[in-house]
């Protein structure tokens, strides 16, 4: 079930997440948009998420990080990565409002409509770029996760640690950039 929902309004989240056991958050954002900032995605929309979960009694959280996220990046980094800085601060703080959550850390997740895709298909067709992409994909795809493979092993997880099947799963995506 897909509800729409501001991140910035806690009565549209607590509409959103009623009625669910369930929820799974996969909001996140690579860039500053007007609305929203890095930061604001994923710690403060983060950590809301998971207090009002909490105030409802949904059951369990799910909370989508990325994989090499990290507070405090190595000294030979030149310029740290404000989107894994926020993603582990944003962990941080899920796990401060929710102890029980269960956090994921993927690789890189693309799917259909996204920028990495969308980027490649909007050059020329059969330029020899594109194809060394593609090629490069075909070799190296286990560094990529694709968005509905993500979404099945979440569930799968989910109704694995309940013991009953669910009757509401709420997947909180929404496209910032």
């Not at 929820?23 to 690579?30: A, C, E, P, S």
């Not at 990046?73 to 601060?89: C, E």
Request: charged share 25%; proline share 4%.
């Amino acid at each position: 079930m897909f509800l729409p929902f501001d991140l910035k309004d806690d009565e549209s989240l607590r509409k959103a997440m009623k009625y669910s056991d369930v929820v799974i958050n996969l909001t996140g954002t690579d860039s500053d948009t007007k609305n929203f900032t890095i930061e604001h995605v994923h710690i403060d929309a983060a950590s809301r998420i998971a207090r009002i979960s909490k105030e409802l009694g949904v059951q369990q959280l799910v909370h989508v990080s990325a994989l090499c996220q990290n507070k405090d990046p190595p000294k030979y980094v030149r310029k740290p990565s404000r989107y894994m800085i926020s993603k582990a601060i944003g962990e941080e703080e899920v796990l401060r409002e929710r102890p029980d959550a269960t956090i994921f850390r993927p690789a890189e997740i693309w799917g259909p409509h996204d920028r990495f895709l969308c980027y490649f298909a909007s050059r020329r067709k059969f330029s020899c770029f594109f194809l060394k992409i593609f090629s490069f994909l075909r070799h190296h795809i286990s560094l990529f996760v694709l968005l509905c493979t993500l979404y099945c092993d979440i569930s799968n997880l989910c109704l694995q640690q309940s013991g009953y099947s669910y009757n509401h799963f709420i997947i909180l995506i929404q496209n910032v950039g």
